[in-house]
């Protein structure tokens, strides 16, 4: 059971270089989340799911887009890379709310640069 | 919308000094708390929860929360704190939707 992981775990771009960061969770999760995490700003959220083929904006959505074709990956594309995207991304799941639990479990982060 | 403050931005301790990590929130309905520590180069992991019931919480490696309703506080302790202890530390609320906000972050030192 390796929870939720993240590929890659390093990443520098070139400002207007696009990417896509893969999240994978293996807990049958319904709901995923993509966060940025910035120092002295602690974590925001950017894109999240709450179910296969359902994406919704979150605090920070611009520059960002997202998809959840699979239940178990939600992907983070970043078309135009900006060096303001420079951060630590952070993926999480969570069970649904009909569970009633909405403790999320993040995975290990992406470190990207944009130079 | 609501938001989360954490006032302490960094705490330096001596190993076997207690804690508090302050923590307010502002959400007049119904909310899920949590708190979360990152140690260095590592995800995050959860430390406690409260839900509902008992306003006093505890949660793994000694650490306990109260929630105080009328303050819109959680605030983190720990009675002696360990050098193992050094770390990240994140409030965050959940107004029982997907939005769970985060505060920005304490970090602690703790001397050997």
């Known amino acids: 059971n390796a929870g939720v992981t993240q590929t890659p775990k390093f990443r520098v771009l070139k400002t207007g270089q696009s990417m896509t960061l893969l999240c994978a969770q293996d807990?049958?999760?319904?709901?995923m989340y993509w966060y940025r995490q910035d120092p002295g700003m602690g974590l925001r959220l950017i894109h999240y799911?709450?179910?296969?083929?359902?994406?919704a904006k979150g605090e920070v959505p611009d520059g960002y887009n997202v998809s959840r074709l699979k239940k178990q990956n939600f992907l983070l594309g970043l078309e135009s890379a900006a060096p303001s995207q420079t951060s630590v991304y952070f993926c999480?799941?969570?069970?649904?709310?009909?569970?009633?639990?909405?403790?999320?479990?993040f995975g290990p982060g992406t470190r990207l640069t944009v130079t | 919308a609501q938001s989360v403050s954490q006032h302490n931005h960094h705490v330096i301790l001596s190993e076997a000094a207690s804690l508090e990590l302050g923590c307010n929130y502002s959400y007049g309905g119904t909310v899920n708390l949590f708190w979360y520590v990152q140690y260095p180069g590592q995800h995050l992991q959860l430390l406690l929860k409260y839900f509902s019931g008992d306003p006093l919480v505890k949660g793994i490696k000694g650490f306990e929360a109260e929630f105080i309703k009328s303050k819109f506080s959680f605030n983190l302790r720990k009675p002696s704190v360990q050098w193992s202890d050094t770390a990240e530390y994140f409030c965050?609320?959940?107004?029982?939707?997907?939005?769970?906000?985060f505060g920005a972050g304490t970090r602690l030192t703790v001397k050997p």
């Open positions: 807990m049958n999760h319904e709901y």
């Open positions: 965050a609320v959940n107004a029982r939707n997907n939005d769970m906000r």
């Open positions: 799911s709450v179910g296969e083929g359902t994406t």
């Open positions: 999480a799941s969570s069970y649904s709310r009909r569970v009633g639990s909405y403790e999320q479990y």
